[in-house]
Antibody, heavy 119, light 106 residues
């Protein structure tokens, strides 16, 4: 079955960067976009951006341009998101998702990776 | 950006029929999807393209609507359905989510 396994929780200092991973299995990694979604504590969901593993093409929410960098490693079916210049506003749970291409729906979600920004 | 508006909370009784609404600030055609999120878990897709039941989701869940007004119906509500529900549009970038509706027991 489709699985997205994310890296663990991270505690990082303000101003630093963090890179998280999302390992896909159970489907052809290069055939589906991978989207990333932010959920601040107790709040709703924000779409950060997406990457198409086959070509490396990306789309971003304007709000996260310059904040998030998306990459993939096709050899290991792993997607990565790096967040830079971290502030307390970046403390959240981050989810990777698979986007089904017909309806543009996020049909599979990773378990989430918690990022805490604190000195 | 397309803003999605949901009622913040609904109180329901087990066995009752409940409808959760989502209104879009502009037409999203049928590019509207519904997710369930239980405490401490990732969101789970329930309904895609307004009215299509995701595989493995119980048939007591259904969705309807097009354009700007959408509903998710649960009939009958079971204890396992107590959760947060989010609508999400994929008609245009950036994809956006509603603020969520918290389903609570009366």
């Amino acid at each position: 079955q489709v699985k997205l396994l994310q890296s663990g929780a991270a505690l990082v200092k303000p101003g630093a960067s963090v890179k998280m991973s999302c390992k896909a299995s159970g489907y052809t990694f290069t055939d589906y976009w991978v989207s990333w979604v932010k959920q601040s504590h107790g709040k709703s969901l924000e779409w950060i951006g997406e990457i198409y593993p086959n070509s490396g093409a990306t789309n971003f929410n304007e709000k996260f341009k310059g904040k998030a960098t998306l990459t993939v490693d096709k050899s290991t079916s792993t997607a990565y998101m790096e967040l830079s210049r971290l502030t307390s506003e970046d403390s959240a749970i981050y989810y990777c998702t698979r986007k089904e291409e017909w309806a543009y729906v996020m049909d599979a979600w990773g378990q989430g990776a918690s990022v805490t920004v604190s000195s | 950006d397309t803003v999605l508006t949901q009622s913040p909370a609904l109180a329901v009784s087990l066995g009752q029929r409940v409808t959760i609404s989502c209104r879009a600030s502009k037409s999203v055609s049928t590019y509207m999807h519904w997710y369930q999120q239980k405490s401490g878990q990732q969101p789970k897709l329930l309904i895609y393209s307004a009215s299509n039941l995701e595989s493995g989701v119980p048939s007591r869940f259904s969705g309807s609507g097009s354009g700007t007004d959408f509903t998710l119906t649960i009939d009958p509500v079971e204890a396992d359905d107590i959760a947060n529900y989010y609508c999400q549009q994929s008609n245009e970038l950036p994809y956006t989510f509603g603020a969520g509706t918290k389903l609570e027991l009366k």
